[in-house]
């Protein structure tokens, strides 16, 4: 990393996305949305500075996995954190979430921006993308039919994987 680099990568670490006078904060409400342990929200924030970071830095686009989405999702609606004190204060640019158009032409592009972006980390951080966050291509695209339930309302019982013969 280059001295600017390793400035930005330090900015990014100790932003804070908890607001600690907040009896109910981001990371409690990321892991009450996604039914995630507290533990387990706590590393996908310090993957989703990963990731902003190396989209600060690459030369190309990016994509993220589903998880860290998620974390982005949650966090372009704090948006004074996320536009002024993020991308303004700290990025000292805008960073914009754009959704696929659909078709082919767009799963293979996310697809290849994805590995790409996998790659980077790799490159940056020498090591590999812990696989629970950044699980393989046929996983992160091929789980995408969410839906949005209320659990205090509905239960909800995960589905048998049968073993194919």
């Known amino acids: 990393m280059t001295e600017a680099q390793k400035t930005l990568w330090a900015n990014i670490q100790d932003f804070e996305l908890d607001d600690i006078a907040s009896d109910f904060t981001f990371t409690d409400r990321l892991a009450r949305e996604n039914g995630w342990s507290l533990e387990f929200a706590l590393r996908t924030v310090f993957e989703y ?12 686009p990016l994509t993220p996995s589903d998880q860290v989405d998620q974390v982005w999702h949650l966090h372009l609606i704090y948006t004074e954190s996320y536009w002024i004190d993020f991308c303004k204060n700290t990025l000292n640019r805008d960073i914009h979430h754009g959704p696929t158009k659909g078709g082919q032409a767009e799963k293979d592009k996310y697809h290849n921006w994805y590995e790409e972006t996998k790659k980077l980390y790799h490159q940056v951080f020498q090591e590999q993308p812990p ?4 699980p393989s291509s ?3 695209f091929g789980e995408l039919r969410f839906t949005r339930i209320n659990r205090h309302r509905n239960w909800v019982i995960p ?4 073993r194919k013969r």
């Open 49 to 60: 500075k990963k990731f902003i970071f190396l989209i600060c830095i690459a030369d190309h």
């Open 131 to 134: 696989q629970d966050i950044w």
């Open 159 to 162: 589905k048998l994987r049968l």
């Open 138 to 140: 046929r996983v992160r």
